[in-house]
T-cell receptor, first 113, second 111 residues
Framework: DTEVTQTPKHLVMGMTNKKSLKCEQH?????MYWYKQKAKKPPELMFV???????INESVPSRFSPECPNSSLLNLHLHALQPEDSALYLC????????????FGPGTRLLVL | GESVGLHLPTLSVQEGDNSIINCAYS??????FIWYKQESGKGPQFIID?????DKRQGQRVTVLLNKTVKHLSLQIAATQPGDSAVYFC??????????FGTGTRLLVSP
């Protein structure tokens, strides 16, 4: 099973709302990632968790708050977002070692009004 | 600076042709590269990878070539099919657990 699942598929929120994106994998991977992808652009790394601990934060604004409650789940909490945060948010997972393939979920398409 | 880029934004081919998608990278110390396929409305899908100790690696209908001398990577797709239509990204492992994606090439396959 090489599946990473993400919910919801689509999300529309206002700038004062609080929402969460969820990601789940059952491949036994201990590294999980959040990426942001704008239209017609490549994915850009936001956060990396290794063994449920935040290991990389690519200078992401604090209105994005990641959480890794266990080795299979990854959340991204959203608060006070801006319209320019509208994008496809991708979750990925991999083994924790150098040069491991990352497997991506289908993404959550977020629209901030 | 370090960057991963693609030469062509769009490649149009006929069904049955062979397709070649190119990628240039600038970090000569990079030792792991991945090709991903992204269909509309979906996440990137792993196609094939290659490590710097190899020049060529083959999969099912796909071949990746790595030329370290000129820092160039290519993806060859044999007998291209309409289902191959997608955006293709090369990605470079830049440090531990960090992938940097190229700008992407859209492959259009016409019947």
């Amino acid at each position: 099973d090489t599946e990473v699942t993400q919910t919801p598929k689509h999300l529309v929120m206002g700038m004062t709302n609080k929402k969460s994106l969820k990601c789940e994998q059952h491949m036994g991977h201990r590294a999980m990632y959040w990426y942001k992808q704008k239209a017609k652009k490549p994915p850009e790394l936001m956060f990396v968790y290794s063994y449920e601990k935040l290991s990389i934060n690519e200078s992401v604004p604090s209105r994005f708050s990641p959480e890794c409650p266990n080795s299979s789940l990854l959340n991204l909490h959203l608060h006070a977002l801006q319209p320019e945060d509208s994008a496809l948010y991708l979750c990925a997972s991999s083994q924790v070692s150098r040069d491991e393939t990352q497997y991506f979920g289908p993404g959550t398409r977020l629209l901030v009004l | 600076g370090e960057s991963v880029g693609l030469h062509l934004p769009t490649l149009s081919v006929q069904e049955g042709d062979n397709s070649i998608i190119n990628c240039a990278y600038s970090n000569s110390a990079s030792d792991y590269f991945i090709w991903y396929k992204q269909e509309s409305g979906k996440g990137p899908q792993f196609i094939i990878d290659i490590r710097s100790n190899m020049d060529k690696r083959q999969g099912q209908r796909v071949t990746v070539l790595l030329n370290k001398t000129v820092k160039h990577l290519s993806l060859q797709i044999a007998a291209t099919q309409p289902g191959d239509s997608a955006v293709y990204f090369c990605a470079e492992a830049k440090g531990f657990q960090k992938l940097v994606f190229g700008t992407g090439t859209r492959l259009l396959v016409s019947p």
